[in-house]
Nanobody
Framework: QVHIVESGGGLVQPGGSLNLSCTVS????????VGWYRQVPWNEREWVAH???????YYRDSAKGRFTISRDDSKDTVYLQMNNLKPEDSAVYFC???????WGSGWGQGTRVTVFA
């Protein structure tokens, strides 16, 4: 059984920063590509960024230059450093395999990010 636990969300003002963490209980975490996704109510979940097992990183356009995805394979953890946050970044953030649901784990609880003026 694969468990995904996200943390690090919170309430910040525009221009603020947050560092999200996601720990995945899966064997051989280091071989997987892992992604961050987000969802706002009544919208579909959308991809934000992903990082390969080669540490190559990819971002949606709105995240480029502001977000940094990284991983620590010794801790089975992936991070999302978010800087210069904007109100439109407000969402519940999830991590999962990339493409999603490859592990058959479903989705974790996510961590909520709220950016308010």
């Amino acid at each position: 059984q694969v468990h995904i636990v996200e943390s690090g969300g919170g309430l910040v003002q525009p221009g603020g920063s947050l560092n999200l963490s996601c720990t995945v209980s899966i064997k051989l975490f280091s071989i997987y590509t892992v992604g961050w996704y987000r969802q706002v109510p009544w919208n579909e979940r959308e991809w934000v960024a992903h990082i390969g097992n080669d540490f190559n990183t990819y971002y949606r356009d709105s995240a480029k230059g502001r977000f940094t995805i990284s991983r620590d394979d010794s801790k089975d953890t992936v991070y999302l450093q978010m800087n210069n946050l904007k109100p439109e970044d407000s969402a519940v953030y999830f991590c999962n395999s990339y493409p999603p649901n490859y592990w058959g784990s479903g989705w974790g609880q996510g961590t909520r990010v709220t950016v308010f003026a």
